[in-house]
């Protein structure tokens, strides 16, 4: 049995406060017993308090110094969800975040295909600038007349970088009727607009016919809960309608559900591989996506471009690898880690990558990208020139 002095004990439930129990929902089981004034734990207790101690001492230290100094009262909450925050991020990976329980809940709406926001989707362009890659219909972001390729500089007169993604995109979601300001560039122009989030309902697939209705068109917007089940009956319309081929645009799809991702290739290659996937454990066995014989008979041509990213690479991936159709427009994102989004017990919660993956053919996506079969550069953002990469699709299926 192991003596801990009082100030020792009380540092000890703070410790097992802050690492443990308000994050994890998890912590030392004390037992006890007092004797003297004196609390007298099991070694087994003493040597995973000298551990959390030597690993998170200095917090509390922190925690009292900052309390007693700052200038002003600290907002309750605001060192432990700052401390909480700096633990994921010292990681240095830019999607693995922790979430308070309002980021938590925006962020799982997203996924679900309505929220309240401005009607736009971001990403991060080659040099680290939060960019608007699309301007949904009917929303304040179209309202407002911004456009793709406008780079985000401030929320709310707070700046921001790509680093930051994560955050910027819970923060542009937000109570439906409530304001936000967004500082914007918009090539040497810097603009500044105030739009009201609405309700944004985002349909992760559309469709429609091309060429005098001899081709298919399908657009696969983010892989959200319905993705796959609408893919499949925007392909079924296509097949009934004997379309000649089928274009399947993964343009700025910046990814999402990878389940979806794979129920897709599914439908659209035969029995094969689709992605490998490798964790932190040396000894785990690496896990493979395949999919079933049953593939359309329809022959396809998937446009990509550099916000093409994860789930869709995934996908692109497995379609090159396993030559199921051409792969048209600019070399990919190069996102090939996969995240879990997952809630605490108290409502919070953190999306964590898990896992890099690799294509059929072993070759590592992530800080890659994937090459198409025939690079054609992205169409002008403003919508005023020739799409190259559509007509190039086009002439593939034609043969004209």
């Known amino acids: 049995m192991f003596i801990i002095k009082k100030r020792n004990f009380t540092f000890l439930l703070a410790v097992v406060f802050f690492a443990g129990m308000a994050v994890f929902g998890v912590g030392l089981k004390l037992s006890l017993s007092v004797v003297g004034g004196a609390r007298i734990v099991s070694k087994a207790v003493c040597e ?15 925690d009292a110094y900052i309390r007693k100094n700052y200038y002003e009262p600290v907002p309750d909450g605001a060192l432990e969800i700052g401390a909480y925050k700096g633990m994921f991020a010292s990681l240095g990976d830019r999607y693995t975040v922790y979430y308070t329980v309002d980021e938590y809940r925006r962020q799982s709406e997203s996924t679900q295909g309505e929220f309240s ?10 040099e680290g600038y939060l960019t608007i890659v699309e301007v949904l219909p009917d ?17 709310d007169g707070a700046p921001y970088t790509g680093q ?4 910027a995109v819970a923060l542009l979601h937000g109570e439906e009727g409530s304001q936000l300001t967004l500082l914007l560039q918009r090539g040497e122009e810097t603009l500044e607009k105030t739009l009201v989030r609405t309700k944004v309902i985002t349909p992760s697939v559309s469709s429609e016919l091309l060429a005098d209705g001899s081709l298919g068109y399908i657009r696969v917007q983010s892989f959200a809960n319905q993705t796959a089940e609408d893919f499949g009956a ?6 009934e309608k004997q379309v000649r081929g089928l274009i399947i645009d993964l343009r700025d799809n910046g990814g999402g559900l990878v389940d979806k991702g794979v129920e897709i290739a599914d439908m659209l290659l035969g029995a094969g591989t689709v992605a490998t996937v490798r964790t932190n ?4 066995e690496p896990k493979s996506y395949t999919t079933e014989d049953g593939a359309t008979g329809l022959p396809y041509v998937v446009l990509v471009n550099n916000a093409t990213a994860s789930t869709s690479e995934i996908l692109a991936g497995a379609i090159k690898d396993n030559r199921g159709g051409y792969l048209v427009g600019t070399q990919t994102t190069g996102k090939g880690i996969l995240q879990r989004l997952e809630q605490f017990a108290g409502g919070d919660g953190a999306r964590i990558t898990v896992a890099q993956y690799f294509t059929p053919n072993g070759d590592a996506v992530n800080g890659i990208g994937i090459v198409p079969d025939f690079i054609v550069d992205d169409p002008d953002p403003s919508g005023e020139g020739a799409d190259m990469q559509m007509e190039k699709a086009i002439e593939l299926l034609t043969g004209g």
Request: aromatic share 8%; proline share 2%.
């Open 139 to 155: 929303g304040a972001a179209e309202k407002e007349g911004l456009l793709s390729g406008d780079i985000i500089l401030s929320i």
């Open 281 to 284: 454990d040396p000894d785990a």
């Open 164 to 167: 930051d993604l994560n955050g």
């Open 234 to 239: 925007a392909l079924r319309g296509m097949e």
């Open 48 to 62: 995973e308090y000298d551990a959390y101690k030597a690993n998170y001492g200095k917090m509390i230290d922190f």
């Open 117 to 126: 926001g401005i009607g736009a989707t971001i990403s991060m362009n080659d």
